[in-house]
Each structure stands twice: as structure tokens, then as C-alpha cells.
């Protein structure tokens, strides 16, 4: 799998650089995340922008990764293509995550 990584002083941004997050997918990715927790205890930001297709793993995914960042300032979710933000809602983890539709607007919730 593919990431983006990005440091800021106050949180760290990973973007997903595939269009599935799927059964595939779903266990690097978490385990990438949890390492990026534990090294650097900082929110983390989730970019899914480049995320078309999201399964029950890669949902489950983000949930583990939202469990292991709580303790280090939580995980913000932005840049969600609307099919991925269906699932989102449909599970009803639209109330659980913050989710934002661009990086920006997240970025600047967490500044303020």
C-alpha cells in the first residue's frame, strides 16, 4: 500500500495513495497507523482523498486506527468522496469521527 505522510508540529496527515481501502488493504494500513501513533503521539489527520471504494475491513480499519490515536490528541477524517462518505453515514461513524470535506477546513479545526 501507498501513503503520504505528512509532519506538522501538531499532528500528522497519512494519505491513502490507493482507491480502495479494502480486505486487501485494510491490515497494512492499520498497522502502518498504529506505528505512526506510537512513534509520534500526535492527532492524526486520515486525507481519503484518493479513496473511491471502502469495505467493512477498511472501515474497520479506520476504526482500530480512531482506538489506538485517542490517546494522543484522536483522528480526524477529511477529503471523503461521496461514496465513501455513504458508508460513513450509513454505519452511523459520521457521529463517532469528525469528518470534513476538505484538508484545509480540518487542518484549521485543529489549529483553533
Known sequence: MNWEVQENPSYIAIKPLESRLDSALAPK??????????????????????????????????????KLTQSVGGLFV?????????????????RIFEVDDGFDDCVEKLAA
Open 29 to 66: 494500513f492499520r498497522a502502518y497507523v498504529a506505528e505512526l501513533t506510537e512513534t509520534h503521539q500526535k492527532t492524526l489527520v486520515l486525507d481519503l482523498g484518493e479513496v473511491e471504494f471502502m469495505d467493512s475491513s477498511g472501515l474497520g480499519a479506520v476504526v482500530g486506527c480512531y
Open 78 to 94: 477529511c477529503n471523503v468522496r461521496p461514496q465513501v462518505k455513504d458508508i460513513f453515514r450509513l454505519t452511523h461513524m459520521d
